[in-house]
């Protein structure tokens, strides 16, 4: 059966990042040439793309697929609307000789940016499916490692505020060990930047075998641990010269992460209010004089 696409109104440029990793090698190619020459890609015919990026004009029709447009004439559509568009910035990489301030306004306008260009991408379905999800679990185990842990912590933080039944492993060797000993109704919540951690991988792999429902938050699309994800919140943001993708996807990361925790407080205000009122009198009680 052929694969249905859709016109996509904005995104494109944040949809090439999330998922460029699994593109081929002539379809990155294409992908390169749209994020840097955006103007260009918009107004030139397939046949001077073609000679101008030394791919074939098939090649440029797969790589519009392989990130969800019908074709060339649905992505050009949707890229000029983006550029257009309030939410695009010119990103600007920090350089030597920025003042303190250039140097925060470039960085505070890259975060703000992850958040614009993730919200341009986020599935709303699944976005609807992991709220329903962490409402119904008897238990959620959250999994990360490296620059994703202060996140799961965050997480933790948050969800138990509201009376969900979050727990955190923190070493990586036991959330393997724990995701295999998961009972019926769980859920694994896993972080992963890459989408590619090794350890992160096997605890969701061991939790989906115990029957746990599995979710993963990532910056990157079609990668092995989607493959044992039965829900995915996909992000993205742009990677400087001094700021690594990884480091600007925490600020996106941490966004979905509110999103999430607001979402659900509000499927059940009631008991979500009356425990951040017990929280915040326990949190008064242990504070220094």
Known sequence: MEKEYQAIPEGVL?????HFSSLSDTEQRVARFIEQHPQDFIHLSVQALAQRIHVSEASIVRCCRSIGYHGIRDLKLALASELAGSLHQIHEDIRPEDSVLT???????SDMQAIADTLSILDETMLERAVQVLLKASRIEMYGIGASLP??????????RIGLPA?????????????ALLPEGSVAFA????GRSRQTLMALKKAREAGASTILLSSHANTPLGEYADIQLITTARETAFRREALTSRIAHLSVIDALYVAIAMQ????????????SDI??????L
């Not at 140097?103 to 306008?109: E, G, P, R």
């Not at 949190?283 to 220094?288: M, N, W, Y």
């Open 268 to 279: 059940r205000p009631d008991s979500s209010l009356r425990l951040l009122k017990q929280v």
């Open 14 to 18: 944040a949809r090439l990042r999330t």
């Open 167 to 179: 727990t955190m492993v923190t070493d990586p060797h036991m959330q393997a060990v724990s995701a």
């Open 103 to 109: 140097i925060t306004q470039k960085v505070l306008q």
């Open 191 to 194: 972080i992963s930047h890459s």
């Open 283 to 288: 949190l008064d009680e242990t504070a220094l």
């Open 151 to 160: 996140i799961i912590i965050d997480a933790y933080y948050r969800f138990l």
